[in-house]
């Protein structure tokens, strides 16, 4: 079992710039696929971006060019670079890993998530 603690979110103006991250423990970090989804008011959840073991990367269509994850697998943790960042980037964002090897877009994949973190962007 993996336990997943993200961290970074805050409120920030449009077109500005957060740094979401995700510390596991637990079993082994880089067996793990990793994914960021995020959940708006009223809205349901959906896929943000995906990191495979071996470093391919998968987004959204709607942060494609602003958004990056990365990991490190020294440090048990992936990472959501935010640029750009508009006022429908609103939500809160989860932590996400498996072991299932699939598309990485779909939250049924994952088996872990974390509590998520509050992103807030002002207009």
């Known amino acids: 079992q993996v336990q997943l603690v993200e961290s970074g979110g805050g409120l920030v103006q449009a077109g500005g710039s957060l740094r979401l991250s995700c510390a596991a423990s637990g079993r082994t970090f880089s067996s793990y696929i990793m994914g960021w989804f995020r959940q708006a008011p009223e809205k349901e959840r959906e896929f943000v971006a995906a990191i495979s073991r071996g470093g391919v990367t998968a987004y959204a269509d709607s942060v494609k060019g602003r958004f990056t994850i990365s990991r490190d697998n020294a440090k048990s943790s992936v990472y959501l670079q935010m640029n750009s960042l508009k006022p429908e980037d609103t939500a809160v964002y989860y932590c996400?890993?498996?072991?299932?090897?699939?598309?990485?877009?779909?939250?049924?994949?994952?088996?872990?998530w974390g509590q998520g973190t509050q992103v807030t962007v002002s207009s």
């Open positions: 996400a890993a498996t072991l299932n090897v699939g598309s990485g877009r779909s939250q049924d994949e994952y088996e872990y």
